[in-house]
């Protein structure tokens, strides 16, 4: 359980929410919403406890928290890269220990003569008694489940967390916080990298949760089919509405409040308008300025008293810049294949990207989709094969995990680096048509949440001048306003794309000519059919 009294939260001279005031008890399913950099990401940090000693984070207030305490952040990060997937997730049980122990005395009793072979396998006897009165078989069996549901098979279990995708390194995590078995769950864009079926899973399994849990979610479904409460943090007023009902019932009385907040605004100003202007009239009497000043503060007393009304949310204006001039084939990729061990990840890739070409790149989870554009944009190396720059080429690439920003740079100083040849007027302007204006330039990029980290993405692309743009899941993290003026940038750019998504109207917007299909490599014309692949990779 978690309490919050009168927290209020600030970065900088902006304030995020002012002294809010709620409870999160078993049973309760929260949605929160709000627009991107409402400060989502932030609130759920300070619930958590993770974000209490930033040092660019200032608030103030009560939280208590009672119980464990779950929490999947966007961009997932752990200690021990080294570690087996199938260990991240029982480790919240704290099984991997003892499993590593069992799995130690296994290879000593194989190996050793003797006395060392008699003690190892008294070793294993206690471990494995250990292991069973524990329950320890019963919930490696309820971790398969949660982790087979989630879209990881038993070869991605067995693999160090270092050669897995950012997609599947947070399924891992997803699947080890839903293992937990905790009292409290929050949840930061849970259905990110997950396909079409773990999806549906997960919904059902957030429905019968018998704990409390708050989730930020851009899927409209998952929050109507599994949230009883919604927390609407308003990036205007900076103040948390709270709904104590469904998602249906939430839009319809958030429209209700808004109009009678509308409604009350226009009677106050038109009742305070003639207050002032009754006593405008009588200052000009010197025996009623007295009275004029009475009428001017019961004017001023109609307005304060009244609710702020919802400004309309700001939207980033994404545009693509014309793409720097190149040559007929400005991309080449031949023969490339990657394994990491002996996990052969994808062979013998072939793929021409010709000037103003469109291609969407499809595969199943773990297909290698995120490691070709990595190879493509030169960030990671093949093991066999070349990629070969044409004439002019320009890459632009935009990774789902947010890698090519320098999170211990400001805002300004990671567009500044990706456009040396802008002034800082000019550096200003872009920030500022992508809702960075102010103290908000100036932030590190550490403490963005996952929209605003992806806005900051889009705007070094668009100072790039890209010939060939990579895009790893672009819509990630996005509200809906901010997913339209992306998908409106890819309909209307005129340089080559190679799209990876799960985003079907990502691929509609893009209207790609060719599909490469991994990991088998079998490259295809674009056709409609190929639509309800998407999702389900």
């Not at 305490?69 to 890269?81: F, K, V």
């Not at 038993?154 to 950012?166: A, I, K, N």
């Not at 010197?286 to 304060?304: F, G, I």
Request: proline share 3%.
């Amino acid at each position: 359980m978690i309490t919050a009294h009168d927290v209020s939260v600030r970065i900088g001279a902006r304030e995020l929410l002012h002294e809010a005031s709620f409870r999160v008890d078993a049973g309760m399913r929260i949605g929160l919403v709000g627009r991107n950099g409402a400060g989502k990401t932030t609130l759920t940090k300070l619930l958590s406890g993770q974000e209490e000693t930033a040092s660019v984070i200032e608030h103030t207030g009560q939280i208590v928290r009672t119980g464990e305490i779950g929490y999947l952040p966007q961009d997932p990060r752990t200690g021990d890269l080294h570690v087996l997937a199938r260990d991240r997730v029982l480790s919240a049980r704290g099984i991997d220990a003892i499993l590593r122990r069992i799995r130690k005395a296994e290879q000593t009793m194989a190996t050793a003569t003797g006395d060392a072979q008699v003690k190892a396998m008294e070793r294993y006897a206690r471990l494995d008694a250990e292991f069973t009165a524990q329950g320890g078989f019963a919930a490696e069996a309820e971790a398969a489940r949660i982790t087979s549901n989630l879209g990881l098979p038993q070869r991605v279990l067995e693999q160090p967390l270092e050669t897995l995708s950012g997609g599947q390194r947070r399924r891992v995590e997803l699947a080890r916080i839903l293992f937990s078995g905790v009292d409290t769950l929050l949840l930061d864009e849970p259905t990110n990298h997950l396909d079409h079926d773990s999806i549906v899973w997960l919904r059902d399994y957030l429905k019968t949760y018998n704990g409390g849990f708050i989730v930020i979610s851009h899927d409209v479904e998952l929050l109507r089919e599994t949230v009883n409460h919604v927390f609407f943090l308003d990036a205007n007023r900076g103040v948390l509405d709270v709904y104590n009902m469904g998602w249906d019932a939430y839009v319809k009385q958030r429209e209700a409040d808004e109009r009678r907040r509308r409604r009350e605004r226009a009677n106050a100003e038109k009742k305070a308008g003639a207050l002032m202007a009754q006593a405008d009239k009588m200052r000009a009497k010197a025996t009623k300025t007295v009275a004029a000043q009475n009428m001017a503060r019961r004017a001023e007393r109609l307005m304060s008293g009244l609710e702020e009304t919802r400004r309309a949310d700001k939207v980033a204006h994404l545009r693509f810049p014309d793409p720097a001039p190149c040559g007929k084939t400005p991309l080449t990729a031949e023969g490339l294949s990657k394994s990491y061990g002996s996990l052969e990840v994808f062979t013998d890739v072939n793929l021409a990207i010709d000037r103003g070409s469109k291609v969407v790149i499809l595969g199943m989870n773990g297909a290698g989709k995120t490691t070709l554009l990595r190879i493509l944009g030169g960030v990671e190396e093949p093991d066999t094969g070349e990629v070969i720059p044409g004439h002019g080429l320009k890459v632009g690439y935009y990774a789902q995990e947010h890698e090519t920003l320098d999170v211990e740079r400001t805002v300004v100083e990671n567009l500044r680096s990706a456009a040396p040849d802008l002034d800082e007027t000019g550096v200003r302007s872009v920030l500022g048509s992508f809702l960075f204006s102010g103290e908000d330039a100036d932030k590190p990029a550490k403490v963005l949440s996952g929209g605003e980290k992806t806005r900051l993405a889009l705007a070094v692309l668009v100072v790039s001048s890209a010939n060939v743009l990579l895009l790893d899941e672009p819509t990630n993290n996005l509200d809906p306003a901010s997913r339209e003026e992306i998908l409106a940038a890819l309909r209307t750019f005129t340089g080559a794309v190679v799209l990876v998504t799960h985003d079907e109207g990502a691929v509609e917007a893009l209207q790609p000519e060719r599909v490469l299909l991994l990991p088998d490599a079998d490259e295809d014309l674009w056709n409609d059919s190929y639509l309800d692949l998407v999702t389900l990779a």
